[in-house]
């Protein structure tokens, strides 16, 4: 027998006691992992360039308020802007789904969104094909996939606040932008279906320089201030931290959920280790009598501890890591996560938590064992 | 003459309780000899577990010393009291105290497990302890697994496989039948005529009396006898 043989008995000789301290570490840890991830995915600003470089331009009053078409020529000539396109968020219902459609669909104007979404890639012929046609569409590649959609395919669309539905044919697929998913369409057909009501959702521009993008903003709100559509131009990663702003207090919620997870798992722990601790008082007593040092009982006791947190961790956080890897995320979560990913330092927290654990919840039973002395610790029944 | 492996002078152990104090043991003097069996006896409260703690540095007096082979076991500190408790002395309870996950083999190897013998050398060190208490068919039952007698018989191999000069017993037969006690006994006995162990001993039965050398009587913290 070694030491450490010992020491890994001492630790099984409950058998259902350690699994169990053992799974309510795992299991609070991958909830803590899990909510991490999550939080993570909902707060994840786009960090490409063309984030810093696109403007979005909105109706001042709010997102929903459309604004008048003829805009367009006004922006186009404001210096520092290379592109602009009408952006009208359609928002349908997809006639694959149910009740839910999780990528959204945007009319553009074909002939200028090459120029403001640059990082789209997409066939050269495939596209000729789109800007021809006005019934065509042109379909971000993980909807592609998720629908098993191929070149030639109808989509259809049942409008939720418009009141027109949409029928088109896919020109061809897009990939390389941060959100693969949307499917574009002419805004001339979103026109024509809801009767030329001469407005449009958004503009959508580029700036010719991420050091200009400040400025044009400005200059695009000077341009319709106090004009009968007031706009509230920003950049796209300024409309995204406003719109993650909205998660803020969701962040707030998961994170004082996280604390309480960790917290109650540290009672837990103290209170199982200190009952594992308490119930070999004597035991602990003759191996003092017999020559074994404080340190080397807390040792003992540290290594048990210890060893049964990292167990949880291993199993809760390497379990959580091992599931989203494999897992489906998008089809599961109807397309609300994409990536799921378990990151390097959500492991190291978790395996942080672990430690601390063990740490702490050896402290207590140790002291009272280094406390007691070996007359007393014998004078207990077991 | 040699000098004596035990030599107690004015010892004095004073318990606190409240207002009142408890006089464990007063004034105590006592030389004990090398490989003598001692059984210390006395009424219920006389302190003959106290005395036996001190001598065994599981306790300390409150005045006087007890001098162990030259060693006043008073002044160590808690690590060198520890080191010391290892090297020589074994610790025979009452209630047999074994670690209930371990074998018997593996109870016995552990006080071995601090002085960082080879566990070849470990290993002989305790089948020869094992055969010495007739338990080596034993060796890998679990405490649960074998009878009060033969319990307390791997716990006398458990206070001999370091070979201590001093062994020492708290009422070894308090909780074995007339057999199992002989039995006990016999091997205390042998441990002190033939291995010239020094045997301290606690106990309330005459019968386990008569197997020491020197009878001592304890009365209210004191030596009457
Ligand atoms: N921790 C303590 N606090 C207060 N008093 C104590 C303590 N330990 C022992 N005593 C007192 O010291 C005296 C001697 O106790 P000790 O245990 O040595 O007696 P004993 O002779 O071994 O008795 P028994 O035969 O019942 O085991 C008793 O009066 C006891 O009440
Ligand atoms: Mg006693």
Known sequence: MTLGGFILKNALRNKRRALLSVLSVGVSLFLFITLQVALRELTLPPEDLGSSLRIIVRNKVSLASPLPARQLQVIEKIPGIAAVTPFTFFGGLYKGDEKFTSFAQFAVDPARVKDVIVDAKMDPAEYAAWVADRTLCIVGLDTARRYNLKRGDRMQFTGTFYPCDLDLRIAGFYHGTADDRTVFFHHRYLDEASGNPGTVGCWWALASSAEEAALVTARINEAFANSSAEVRAETERAFQLGFISMWANIKVLIGSICTVVVFTLLLVTVSTMSMAIRERFRELAVLKALGFRRRELLGFILAESFGLSMLGAILGAGGAWLLYRNLDIQKLANGVFLAFEVTPRMLGMAFAIAALLGILSAIAPALSVARTSVVEGLRTLD | ?225
Request: hydrophobic fraction near 40%; glycine fraction near 8%; charge should be neutral.
């Open chain 2, 1 to 225: 003459m040699a000098p004596p492996i035990v030599s107690i002078r004015d010892l004095s152990k004073l318990y606190r309780q409240g207002d009142i104090n408890v006089t464990a043991l007063n004034a105590v003097s006592l030389d004990i000899e090398l490989g003598e069996f001692i059984v210390l006896m006395g009424p219920s409260g006389s302190g003959k577990s106290t005395l036996l703690h001190i001598i065994a540095g599981i306790d300390r007096p409150t005045h006087g010393s007890c001098r162990v082979q030259d060693t006043d076991v008073a002044r160590l500190n808690e690590s060198q009291l520890a080191d010391w408790r290892n090297r020589n002395v074994g610790f025979v309870f009452q209630s047999f105290n074994l670690i209930p996950v371990l074998t018997a083999f593996e109870n016995v190897e552990l006080p071995l497990l601090l002085t960082g013998l080879k566990a070849s050398r470990r290993r002989q060190q305790v089948t020869t302890a094992l055969h010495l208490v007739g338990l080596i068919d034993r060796q890998h039952h679990l405490p649960r697994q074998l009878s009060g007698g033969q319990e307390q018989r791997v716990a006398i191999a458990r206070a001999l496989v370091t070979d201590p000069p001093l062994i020492v017993a708290d009422e070894p037969t308090g909780n074995l039948d007339a057999k199992s006690a002989t039995d006990v006994l016999e091997i205390l006995r042998s441990l002190s005529q033939q291995a010239g162990k020094t045997v301290i001993m606690v106990t309330h039965d005459p019968k386990a009396a008569a197997y020491g050398t020197r009878q001592l009587h304890l009365e209210k913290g004191e030596i009457v006898a």
